[in-house]
């Protein structure tokens, strides 16, 4: 079992950076990869990046390349989301999840363990 708690969320104005964190803990020695989602009223969840944990190849969604930076850290059994130019439309709850089989980054089903989520919301 992997145990996730994520932070760093909040109310900021359109343009701004926000840096989100996820704390892992349990069985983390056999985490694969782990990812960012995010969620909006209604809508399913949907992939936001994702990285391998041992070898950091990482993957984006068309809306957060170029403007979100996922990155982790082993020795703290920590990841980050760097988010820059936020814009309302980024707004929702944001979880943080990981996986211990192979799998594609993207891929919403293959991620075991989730997180609470925290919430960022971007106003105009």
């Known amino acids: 079992q992997v145990q996730l708690q994520e932070s760093g969320g909040g109310l900021v104005p359109a343009g701004s950076d926000m840096k989100l964190s996820c704390a892992a803990s349990?069985?983390?020695?056999?985490?694969?990869?782990m990812g960012w989602f995010r969620r909006t009223p209604g809508n399913e969840r949907e992939f936001v990046a994702g990285i391998t944990w041992h070898g950091g190849s990482t993957e984006y969604s068309d809306s957060g390349k170029g403007r979100f930076t996922i990155s982790r850290d082993t020795s703290k059994d920590s990841l980050h989301l760097q988010m820059s130019n936020l814009n309302p439309e980024d707004s929702a709850v944001y979880y943080c999840?990981?996986?211990?089989?192979?799998?594609?980054?993207?891929?919403?089903?293959?991620?075991?363990?989730w997180g609470q989520g925290t919430l960022v919301t971007v106003f105009a």
């Open positions: 999840a990981a996986a211990d089989t192979p799998a594609m980054l993207a891929n919403t089903q293959a991620y075991q363990y």
């Open positions: 349990g069985r983390t020695f056999d985490t694969y990869m």
